[in-house]
T-cell receptor, first 114, second 113 residues
Framework: ETGVTQSPTHLIKTRGQQVTLRCSSQ?????VSWYQQALGQGPQFIFQ???????GRGNFPPRFSGLQFPNYSSELNVNALELDDSALYLC?????????????FGPGTRLTVL | GQQLNQSPQSMFIQEGEDVSMNCTSS?????WLWYKQEPGEGPVLLIA?????ELTSNGRLTAQFGITRKDSFLNISASIPSDVGIYFC?????????????FGPGTSLSVIP
């Protein structure tokens, strides 16, 4: 039971542009985390939101920002895109009252920066 | 910082064989997780481990939380073609106040029918 959806599935941008990726989790999932997965690597934690507030951040610059909305959707925004930002971006949500480490992942958005 | 190592990096096995892969770290983790990722999809949680020494099974999969808290292994018995994918270990520690989960680089599994 995941029910986590992401849009778009694929996206092509050029260096310097800005991008917004979207994630929709199930009702009752009040924690969402975003990950960047470069080709051939494991996902890397970007940040986490809990009840619409940033609750922790990995080693990513401020041009990576996010929002979480009351309707269980969230956004990842990346400004001033760089070639190295090309990756699969995954969001993962955790149900309220569930085990904190047991996250449900969406299928990801594949971002290509040219 | 915290880092996880997985071995082997890739495996090619015959259908029906057993598989063993492991994950090590120089840091202590309080939770170990094993995920499987198939092409075009996000990781799917297979097994979660919460206590040192814990041995947990999920069908043909068995995973253990190492006594030192610095390692974990995953075994798959009697492999089948649908076991193909990338297997990631992940760890979570209580050093952070939020649910930061560190992922390993993955073990790619190919099953030859």
């Amino acid at each position: 039971e995941t029910g986590v959806t992401q849009s778009p599935t694929h996206l092509i941008k050029t260096r310097g542009q800005q991008v917004t990726l979207r994630c929709s989790s199930q009702s009752g999932h009040n924690t969402v985390s975003w990950y960047q997965q470069a080709l051939g690597q494991g996902p890397q934690f970007i940040f986490q939101y809990y009840r619409e507030e940033e609750n922790g951040r990995g080693n990513f610059p401020p041009r990576f920002s996010g929002l979480q909305f009351p309707n269980y959707s969230s956004e990842l925004n990346v400004n001033a895109l760089e070639l190295d930002d090309s990756a699969l971006y995954l969001c993962a949500s955790t149900p309220a009252g569930g085990k904190e480490s047991e996250q449900f992942f969406g299928p990801g958005t594949r971002l290509t920066v040219l | 910082g915290q880092q996880l190592n997985q071995s082997p990096q890739s495996m090619f096995i015959q259908e029906g064989e057993d598989v063993s892969m492991n994950c090590t770290s120089s840091s202590i983790f309080n939770t170990w997780l094993w995920y499987k990722q198939e092409p075009g999809e996000g990781p799917v949680l297979l097994i979660a481990l919460y206590k040192a020494g814990e041995l947990t099974s999920n069908g043909r999969l068995t995973a253990q939380f190492g006594i030192t808290r610095k390692d974990s292994f995953l075994n798959i018995s009697a492999s089948i073609p649908s076991d193909v994918g990338i297997y990631f270990c992940a760890g979570q520690s209580w050093e952070t106040s939020y649910d930061k989960v560190i992922f390993g680089p993955g073990t790619s599994l190919s099953v030859i029918p």
